[in-house]
């Protein structure tokens, strides 16, 4: 029962604000090699402290699902950062005043705008090979983010983005 009430949860959080990732990698990577990963230590999220915990958690149960495992000595590193910004205002209501005559016109336009500014966040995905190439694999995710969330809502809504975060590891070729 609460799995079916979790999974609703993570739908219900996951369909009101769409989740955008855009993906990038360098070409020659043979990303079969990479087995084990590890984060930086010196890590800055971004994040609150709840906020980078359920992340990094998220993190570790969708990596093991791929195979990949947790280790001192990784074959690659995690670097995670994150921005929140607030959405231009799209929603308005106009309202006009205006007059013509023989070729002659004029008007007046006022905007007003409908709702709250929406809050929206943004987080890098950085995998990193220390032992040869560097940065092999980013993601960039970018979804709406509502700071006064449930533990719940919020743990629900990390997990959402992982998830679709890591649908492009390791890439298609």
Same mark, same amino acid.
């Given at each position: 029962?609460?799995?079916?009430?979790?999974?609703?949860?993570?739908?219900?959080?996951?369909?009101?604000?769409?989740?955008?990732?855009?993906?990038?990698?360098?070409?020659?990577?043979?990303?079969?090699?990479?087995?084990?990963?590890?984060?930086?230590?010196?890590i800055e999220s971004g994040l609150s402290e709840f906020d980078t915990k359920r992340l990094l958690n998220a993190l570790d149960e969708a990596l093991s699902i791929k195979g990949?495992?947790?280790?001192?000595?990784?074959?690659?590193?995690?670097?995670?950062?994150?921005?929140?910004?607030?959405?231009?205002?799209?929603?308005?209501?106009?309202?006009?005043?205006?007059?013509?005559?023989?070729?002659?016109? /004029? /008007?007046?336009?006022?905007?007003?705008?409908?709702?709250?500014?929406?809050?929206?966040?943004?987080?890098?995905?950085?995998?990193?090979?220390?032992?040869?190439?560097?940065?092999?694999?980013?993601?960039?995710?970018?979804? /709406?983010?509502?700071?006064?969330?449930?533990?719940?809502?919020?743990?629900?809504?990390?997990?959402?983005?992982?998830?679709?975060?890591?649908?492009?590891?390791?890439?298609?070729?």
């Amino acid at each position: 029962m609460k799995f079916i009430r979790t999974c609703l949860l993570v739908l219900l959080v996951a369909s009101c604000a769409p989740i955008h990732v855009n993906y990038d990698y360098e070409k020659q990577t043979d990303f079969t090699k990479y087995k084990t990963y590890n984060y930086y230590s010196d890590i800055e999220s971004g994040l609150s402290e709840f906020d980078t915990k359920r992340l990094l958690n998220a993190l570790d149960e969708a990596l093991s699902i791929k195979g990949l495992t947790f280790s001192d000595n990784p074959d690659f590193y995690i670097d995670i950062t994150s921005s929140e910004f607030q959405n231009a205002q799209r929603n308005s209501v106009g309202v006009g005043v205006g007059g013509s005559g023989r070729n002659v016109g /004029g /008007g007046i336009s006022i905007g007003l705008p409908i709702g709250q500014p929406k809050l929206s966040r943004q987080i890098v995905f950085d995998f990193h090979d220390e032992n040869s190439i560097g940065l092999f694999w980013q993601a960039v995710s970018e979804s /709406g983010y509502n700071p006064n969330a449930t533990p719940e809502q919020k743990e629900a809504r990390i997990k959402a983005i992982v998830d679709k975060v890591l649908k492009g590891y390791p890439p298609k070729n």
